[in-house]
């Protein structure tokens, strides 16, 4: 095999996930460094910033809670400008973090000097639905970064297609979940970007429905802590595989079926007793929010999940997985229809439903989730599968895009790839 | 004991110290031949009268180290007598031994630097007979060897001889063979992260540029 020995050294990946910002070199082996997709912009006129005038403006990175303030301040000064997963363009505390957070990416793995070392090839990854603009915005910090000299050439490419290319699938379609909202993004060597299918669904949904499940269980003053409602919602929610029949049986048998969660180090114990029922809904909610039961909560003040459009793209809020799968692929050729449907790949921590062995016969996991709503709809031959490292798939991606693509093939505003070069 | 020559009294040093008396080596300057051990030792003498002789101490250095090719220990044995009159470090720069006696001792002041002496004549004298039964045999098959490359060489003449002219000849390949200017990826390389293992994008991904652009890319 012939390697390019600088970029086997000096490809760098950034993906910039709704929770988490990874980056880190090639180097780093199969796991990069993680920390939050956050930053903090510090009280400039507290005592404590006056006292100790070394702050900067915008906090990133490890020490972010060292200069956490009140609570008060956090949903104003703590920002997470990827949460759903498209920054206004205008936004510019925003994009300050996403600036801050490449250099301190960048800033954290300098190499030694005197060692050849001519900039890094840098990939970063955003969300498939990213308008145009963001790709501008982000090129622009890396022009700044380049003043140092760390950076040598850039590119940005969409985090569904990093997954099929850190899973080895060039043919498949790969349905990313976060937080805020779900892609469905074919790909055949290139993202097939017309056919890209955008939900306005994600794991914040689930943790509604969670929300609204523990207010009638009796739970109404924990069901507004977010960081609580999370936690009982990857505990005790499940996916059925039909909802209709999982409510059944867990009816007929609720202590086989009971939903309790035990929050460490309080004496909190959360027991939904005879409405452990409801811990279907919350898988069911992510897969398919169609379903009539739903429509109670809607009617007592849950938002029902809208379609809005986001630079130029509408996100569909009630169009279930199966519906988002088959209007994708249903946009490309003909002949490429089977192929793509033989290769379904999960990314995104919204996926990550657990099947308690004594419940496996009304239970399921999100593959098959996905493969019973396409069976309902005709489409049988299907393959669907997770991704081998859901956290890291989209980094893994990039640092093979960053390594394997030619220094020559350069960026092109029309298909949105290729390499920026600053210098050499 | 005192009263016995030198020479004696010399040779009854060294055969205390294991040696034994050897053959004369050829033009070799007065003294005595030894053996000890396996290694050649030669020992020239002086006697007082060199006193007298300026020249004789370095006459007899000059001899010894004539003697480098043939001896593996050099000795010079002179008087104590002379001992103020000798730099001991012209010996060892030289690799001699050097001894002083008066009658009732022998000391050895230098010991000798031992040398290898080229092994070619001996070699030659100590063949090995199963080496050279391996040579002769050698000989033998490269003889039957040249032969046989001769009987070839007139065989494929006849045979061209009377083969008649080829009727058409395939045409020769002139063009140049295509070179490889892209990257092969077979596996990852030593250094890479193991997710490269087997990966098609590599491939895919390193034409980038030299394809025709993709028509489903939006």
Known sequence: ?424 | MANLPIEERLLHYFLAMGGQSAEPIPNSPPGLSLLIGPDKTFVAILSNDTFIQRNKILGSILDLSALRSSVHQLYLAAPKLLGTAIDADVFRSHGIGLLLFDDRRIEEIVPPQPTQPPQTTQIVQNTDPAFATELASLKSMYLEMERTISNLREELKTFQQSVPTAPSSPERITAPPMVQTQRQFTGPGAELPSFFTNNPWLEVLSKRGREESGLLAG
């Open chain 1, 1 to 424: 095999m012939v390697t390019d020995s600088y970029r086997s050294h000096y490809t760098f990946a950034m993906d910039f996930g709704t929770s988490d910002f990874k980056f880190g070199p090639i180097t780093c082996g199969d796991a990069p460094r993680v920390v939050n997709n956050r930053g903090y912009f510090p009280d400039k006129k507290s005592v404590m910033y006056k006292a100790f005038e070394t702050a900067p403006d915008v906090i990133v990175g490890e020490e972010v809670p060292l200069y956490l303030q009140s609570n008060e301040d956090l949903s104003s000064r703590l920002i997470y400008p990827m949460r759903n997963g498209v920054i206004e363009k205008a936004d510019e505390t925003a994009w300050r973090v996403v600036g801050a957070l490449s250099e301190y990416g960048l800033s954290t793995f300098t190499p030694e000097p005197n060692n050849g070392f001519q900039g890094y090839n840098v990939v970063a990854s955003l969300s498939s639905v990213s308008p145009r603009y963001m790709y501008e915005q982000l090129l622009d910090t890396f022009k700044q970064a380049n003043a140092t000299g760390s950076v040598r050439a850039v590119t940005v490419i969409p985090q569904p297609f990093a997954v099929a290319i850190g899973h080895g699938v060039t043919t498949c379609v790969v349905i990313e979940s976060g937080h805020g909202n779900s892609q469905v993004c074919p790909i055949s060597k290139y993202p097939i970007r017309t056919s890209q299918v955008a939900l306005n669904r994600g794991g914040g949904d689930a943790n509604a429905i969670t929300s609204e499940i523990l207010k009638d269980a009796g739970y109404a003053d924990l069901a507004n802590e977010e960081a609580l409602v999370r936690k009982v919602k990857e505990s005790i929610g499940l996916v059925p595989a039909d909802l209709d029949t999982a409510i059944l049986e867990a009816k007929k048998s609720p202590r086989k079926f009971r939903a309790r969660h035990k929050v460490p180090g309080t004496r909190i114990e959360i027991d939904l007793e005879k409405d452990s029922w409801t811990r279907f809904l919350i898988g069911e909610y992510v897969f398919n929010p169609n379903h009539e039961i739903f429509e109670s909560y809607f009617g007592r003040g849950m938002p029902r999940p809208k379609d809005v459009k986001m630079g130029d793209t509408v996100f569909r809020g009630m169009l279930d997985f199966g519906d988002a799968i088959i209007a994708s692929v249903e946009r490309c050729p003909v002949e490429l229809q089977p192929l793509l449907y033989r290769e379904i790949l999960l990314s995104g921590g919204n996926f990550s439903w657990t099947v308690p062995e004594p419940l496996e016969a009304v239970a399921v996991d999100a593959p098959t989730k996905i493969k019973l709503l396409l069976r309902d709809k005709g489409i049988k031959n299907v393959s669907v599968k997770m991704t081998k490292s859901p956290q890291f798939s989209v980094w893994h991606g990039c640092i093979i895009y960053g390594f394997a693509v030619p220094d020559e093939y350069e960026w092109d505003w029309q298909r949105l790839e290729g390499w920026m070069k600053f210098s050499g």
